[in-house]
């Protein structure tokens, strides 16, 4: 199953920049991990406001449960608004075409 994910990132007022930094370090090794094991497929920085984080994946996992408990570990998670839509694949689908074709 595949899915987009908005990500909208609060960091909260008054937080230790060494706690900061060291989630952001921790998030961008989850991020590693989870495109080795085939999860993140995608990741897109999106326009923000001044002091917000925004970013949207495309993530695949085996239901909505498992993308819950791989999106729940990740260390931002606490700190995260996530919007989470299942896709399903679409006729005109220009990849989806190629693929029928190979």
Known sequence: MEFLVEFEVNVPAGAPTD?????????????ARLAEEGHLVRLWKLPN???QTRAVGLYR?????????????LPLAD??????????PHPNDPVGAEASQL
């Not at 706690?19 to 991020?31: L, P």
């Open 61 to 73: 996992a085996g239901s909505t449960a498992q993308l819950d408990s791989v999106l729940g570990a």
């Open 49 to 51: 406001a001044r002091g």
């Open 19 to 31: 706690q900061v930094e060291g989630r952001e370090t921790a998030e961008a090794a989850a991020a």
């Open 79 to 88: 700190w995260m608004r996530v919007t989470v839509t299942q896709l399903a």
